[in-house]
């Protein structure tokens, strides 16, 4: 199947600092990306959806400035958690959707953020 | 709204046993109905994709079966050992009408297999 990758996968920050995660379709092209929050032993809750050359979607409850969404390319989005604070502490993983109406989501593996 | 609910949350059987983990939804407006592996730590793992026209698939020891008007799903794991323990999620896709490109997850199941 086609290959997601997120980088880094796992991350520690100090407590204001910002946070970069990149979600790439490593060999597909793919208008949407999704990204998805885990808190431990719960289900991924979604975050935002990422349309490649325009605004991110944020579901309701999630703050659009602190996570900021980049989809600059077909095969890169990226989320970047700003002035991150220990409740932002948490496993961040994105999919990618391939061609087709819908396409097939494929998953990263995760990135594990560590705010102190 | 579409929720997804998993019972049990979590399970424990001994090796070589067949299973049954379920996933149940409130709308039956759906897509599709996926199940997914996920490791510790780890993302996912798509294991079976179930479109809304179809009653079951299978791979290897896997089977998952759909009934898209109570609202289930099913995933039988048989002869199980101790390399699948993992929480396995399910997820559905709701139909075009209401927006097929998200997921709604489940909470998972946590299965462990005993040696």
């Known amino acids: 199947g086609a290959v997601v990758s997120q980088h880094p996968s796992r991350v520690i920050c100090k407590s204001g600092t910002s946070v970069k995660i990149e979600c790439r379709s490593l060999d597909f092209q793919a208008t949407t990306m999704f990204w998805y929050r885990q808190f431990p032993k719960k289900s991924l809750m979604l975050m935002a959806t990422?349309?490649?050359?325009?605004?991110?979607?944020?579901e309701q409850g999630v703050e659009k400035d602190k996570f900021l969404i980049n989809h600059a390319s077909l095969t890169l989005s990226t989320l970047t958690v700003t002035s991150a604070h220990p409740e932002d502490s948490s496993f961040y993983i994105c999919s990618a959707q391939g061609a087709g109406d819908p396409g097939e989501l494929f998953f990263g593996e995760g990135s594990r953020l560590t705010v102190l | 709204k579409q929720e997804v609910t998993q019972i049990p949350a979590a399970l424990s059987v001994p090796e070589g046993e067949n299973l049954v983990l379920n996933c149940s939804f409130t709308?039956?407006?759906?897509?599709?109905l996926q199940w997914f592996r996920q490791d510790p730590g780890k993302g996912l793992t798509s294991l079976l994709l179930?479109?809304?026209?179809?009653r079951e698939q299978t791979s290897g020891r896997l089977n998952a079966s759909l009934d898209k008007s109570s609202g289930r799903s099913t995933l039988y794991i048989a002869a199980s050992q101790p390399g699948d323990s993992a929480t396995y999620l399910c997820?559905?896709?709701?139909?075009?009408?209401?927006?097929?490109?998200?997921?709604?997850f489940g909470q998972g199941t946590r299965l462990t297999i005993n040696p």
């Open positions: 179930i479109q809304s026209s179809q």
């Open positions: 709308d039956s407006a759906i897509y599709n």
């Open positions: 997820a559905v896709r709701p139909d075009r009408s209401q927006g097929a490109q998200k997921l709604v």
């Open positions: 990422s349309n490649e050359g325009s605004k991110a979607t944020y």
